[in-house]
């Protein structure tokens, strides 16, 4: 039996320790807070009860991937793990403390991967005594339902790294897309520009947060509008990774608006927060 220790426990690290375990993975999700291992528990079963609901799995397969998934506040529970993920918030501070831990408590031959959207592999591996084994495995929010893991081939990965985690992606249900270290490197290096251009049509007053949004799903095709998914993504963090791009290329393109900065700063985060460019309910 396979075995993954996911670090985090927050929207992407719940939804990762779900897939893997619906899998057959055995996994255990570990977090600091055990009030956040709580949550996660409840809304991975949550989302498993709507995909039965919806008829994809029964409930006899929904209580076999809930019994999969173990949770911790130590981050030795990692000593017996094939492959850890990280999935902790974007700050490359608190990642490089993990890896560095991780790396000392986790077996020598256990790749060490991580979610992140935008910080360095290649940074991250300098933290640990293996950067042949640490590898860039960004899942896309919500990872139940989106198929691309981009794979993030940092500049010591090892070839065999890569191969194993695009056939773990691939036994998860997933299309891996291998890419090569950089800030944002495909996916945000794209989509955060687009996102950021959206807000500013709003802060200069050209359109509103919905008419901007139905320019690009009706007039581009696209499922959800770049403000719409901005909220789904977190404001923070599409912050943290427009930062993140301004430091790594220099490039005063990737500045981030001030509407953005603003609506962080008042704590209107999107979904996680109830409001942000629309209000949630739910």
């Not at 581009?220 to 301004?246: S, T």
Request: aromatic letters at 4%; proline letters at 5%.
């Amino acid at each position: 039996m396979s075995r993954v220790a996911v670090v985090g426990a927050g929207t992407m690290g719940n939804g990762i320790a779900h897939v893997f375990a619906q899998h057959g993975w055995n996994v255990t999700l570990v977090d600091v807070a055990s009030d956040a291992l709580e949550r996660a528990v409840k809304t991975i079963s949550a989302n498993i009860e709507r995909l039965v609901k919806k008829g994809a799995g029964s409930r006899e397969q929904g209580a076999e991937t809930l019994a999969r998934i173990a949770t911790s506040t130590k981050l030795d529970s990692v000593q017996n793990v094939d492959l850890v993920v990280e999935a902790a918030t974007e700050n490359p501070a608190i990642k490089f403390k993990i890896f560095s831990d991780v790396a000392r408590l986790a077996p020598a031959d256990a790749i060490l991967a991580s979610n992140t959207s935008s910080i360095s592999i290649t940074e991250l591996a300098k933290h640990t005594d293996r950067p042949g084994k640490v590898i860039g495995m960004h899942f896309m929010n919500p990872v139940p339902l989106m198929p691309l893991v981009e794979v993030v081939r940092g500049l010591g990965t090892g070839d065999e790294s890569v191969t194993r985690v695009v056939e773990i992606a691939k036994e998860l249900g997933k299309t891996p897309v291998v890419v090569h270290d950089a800030p944002g490197f495909v996916s945000n290096r794209v989509l955060m520009p687009m996102i950021n251009e959206a807000i500013l049509c709003v802060q200069e007053g050209i359109a509103t947060a919905e008419a901007v949004d139905q320019v690009m799903t009706l007039g581009m095709k696209h499922p959800l509008g770049p403000l719409a998914l901005a909220d789904l993504i977190g404001l923070d963090v599409c912050l943290a990774i427009l930062n993140i791009m301004v430091e790594g290329f220099g490039d005063p393109k990737y500045r981030p608006a001030r509407l953005l900065k603003e609506m962080v700063a008042s704590g209107r985060l999107g979904r996680k927060s109830g409001v942000g460019f629309y209000v949630y309910r739910d």
